[in-house]
């Protein structure tokens, strides 16, 4: 394996790190990954789990780049005449051209994990270029069996329904209807901004907006991997949720889904981490296809 | 800013070198050492900020990744205290080649001040000044901290079912040994933190030391007590020392999701204030 480091972009302000299997070793892939941030966390992502990605990538011929958007991790700023959702395509863009200077690859798949899939979305949607998209844990959506696996987890810290009853009856009819509001308030948002399990904002489009930003994905060829972590429980809790809320839009069956029961939303367990990357170097071994000239 | 690559063949490093942005450059080279784990995740903008800063004010500086770690070559279960040691060396000779600088500085957070005190003993030039902010002295207390926050940080991070899920609980607490917020402890690792104390500093060497450290409080308290016995000990070998408070205590080990970083303003002026007065008395400038 070789990693080099270098600066890029049409500011020379973006930092990235180029990973790509040694010259000989193994027929070369004919797409690469691109890494970058999750969150603010600079680009060897949550817990260097980028780092391990791309490494275990190049073990199948598969190249990538992993860098910091302009204005985070150590990249420049950029000019701030765009906005930053507007400046994360582009820099993703940028990376793209800097991996095909790099490596010859044309064709890229996208990994992000949760604001960073959203902005992985975003520029799949405008780039030709993007054969695939991983999302890791972003954009979930409720629906009536989740809501009712979450209930039923959270009553059974009180033991048996008789317990459960004796409790209902002891803080009275007013109490109980307030710990149900309580208990359906976090899965039920309805605007495109919703609190996320873990305390902060981020955007969400509508389901409609999503699947039909996803079929246009998928009639373009491009290939949807969306991974959903465990820790979550709140708003996703069982490996078919994906397929159910969306069972109306006739595009479950082409798009590939995972639920990591005990990976949370930053693969902070190392058993996370060994888990979240088998994920997705299985799922990324379809894109080790080498290249014609090789 | 440069990205470099640069070390033995086999324990590659990445680093980002900084040559001075003045006119005109100080005679001075600064190596900014991270602390371990979720510190340094915490601490990157931080460190970043500080490189800028001091660049503008006319230093050489160099951030780099310990091997096993960041953008370096190695796995996290590589990580050892004598590596880490032997990586700022070969940092500290990168950026003298690089910047022609005699007056060397380095500059270590947590982890990464021990690191800085450590490799100094090893040194065949002494730095001129190493600044230690909040260093690891204790072992044994770090590890146990690290443990803590650990725990804390899956029970938060597993929302209700870090709560509820009793099986899932024991498990975090089970493997606190063997890992630290996102990153390996292995038994060596360990065993070399848990050895860490006021005496392995007995053999520090820099013509001046400052120590940072947060304010004391109930939780700090013990290694309030370790810095404040350390700068005694290093004055008594007639080393320049300085020790400055900081109001505001940081929780390094903080794991706020992917929303971590800090970058606290006063300690940083602080930090450059110490660079200001020293430059007007003996830093001269070089060609480049």
């Avoid at chain 2, 004010?57 to 590589?78: I, K, M, N, P």
């Amino acid at each position: 394996m070789i990693e080099h480091s270098i600066i890029f972009g049409k500011n020379a302000g973006l930092i990235a790190t180029i990973a790509t299997p040694l010259p000989n070793a193994l027929p070369h892939a004919d797409t690469g990954f691109i890494f970058f941030n999750a969150g603010v966390v600079h680009r060897v992502g949550v817990h260097r789990t980028n780092v391990t990605i791309a490494r275990a990538l190049v073990a199948l011929g598969i190249p990538s780049i992993r860098f910091d958007l302009a204005g985070l991790g150590d990249s420049a700023r950029a000019g701030g005449k765009i906005s930053f959702a507007e400046q994360t395509v582009l820099d993703i863009q940028d990376a793209m051209d800097a991996l095909t200077v790099a490596t010859g690859v044309r064709r890229f798949v996208l990994y992000g994990v949760c604001s960073g899939a959203v902005h992985s979305y975003s520029a799949a949607l405008v780039d030709e270029r993007v054969a695939g998209v991983a999302m890791f844990d972003t954009f979930k959506y409720p629906t009536y069996k989740a809501q009712m696996r979450r209930i039923t987890f959270r009553l059974k810290k009180y033991g048996s329904m008789t317990a459960i009853i004796k409790r209902g009856v002891g803080i009275g009819f007013r109490s109980i209807s307030n710990a149900l509001t309580l208990l359906r308030k976090p899965t039920a948002p309805k605007t495109e901004r919703v609190v996320s399990s873990i305390g902060f904002f981020a955007y969400r489009p509508l389901k409609a907006e999503f699947a039909f930003g996803l079929r246009t994905l998928l009639n373009r060829g491009t290939k949807i991997f969306l991974i959903y972590a465990g820790s979550g429980f709140e708003h996703y809790n069982y490996a078919d949720q994906f397929k159910d809320a969306f069972k109306s839009f006739g595009i479950t069956d082409q798009v590939e889904t995972a639920f990591l029961l005990d990976v949370d939303h930053t693969a902070t367990r190392l058993a996370a981490q060994t888990e979240l990357v088998a994920c997705m170097t299985q799922w990324a071994a379809q894109f080790s296809t080498a290249r014609e000239e090789n | 800013m440069i990205p470099i690559r640069f070390g033995a063949a086999n324990r590659q490093l990445f680093g980002l070198y900084q040559p001075a942005s003045q006119d005109s450059p100080r005679n001075e080279c600064i190596v900014l050492c991270n602390p371990f784990g979720q510190e340094a995740i915490r601490s990157h903008r931080l460190f970043k900020v500080l490189a800028d800063r001091l660049c503008r004010d006319g230093f050489h500086v160099l951030r780099f990744d310990y091997f096993g770690t960041g953008d370096s070559a190695g796995d996290g279960d590589e990580v050892r205290i004598g590596g880490l040691v032997d990586d700022l060396s070969t940092a500290d000779n990168e950026i003298v080649q690089r910047s022609g600088c005699t007056r060397r500085c380095w500059i270590g957070l947590r982890l990464g001040a021990t690191i800085a005190a450590l490799a100094s003993t090893k040194a065949s030039v002494s730095p001129h000044r190493l600044i230690l902010w909040e260093p690891v002295i204790d072992g044994a207390n770090y590890l146990t901290g690290l443990a803590h926050a650990h725990t804390l940080a899956l029970q938060d991070a597993y929302g209700s079912r870090g709560v509820y899920d009793l099986a899932l609980r024991d498990k975090f607490v089970h493997e606190s040994g063997q890992e630290a917020l996102g990153f390996p402890l292995t038994d060596s690792f360990r065993a070399e933190l848990n050895s860490l104390t006021l005496d392995s500093f007995s053999s520090v060497q820099a013509s001046a030391i400052d120590i940072f450290s947060s304010v004391i409080s109930r939780a700090r308290i013990a290694d309030s007590n370790m810095e404040a016995e350390l700068t005694k000990r290093l004055a008594a070998r007639g080393i320049e020392t300085f020790s400055a408070s900081i109001d505001k205590p940081i929780i390094w080990t903080a794991d706020e999701m992917m929303n971590a970083a800090t970058v606290p303003g006063e300690v940083l002026q602080q930090i450059l204030a110490r660079f200001a007065n020293s430059s007007t008395q003996d830093v001269t400038a070089v060609a480049r």
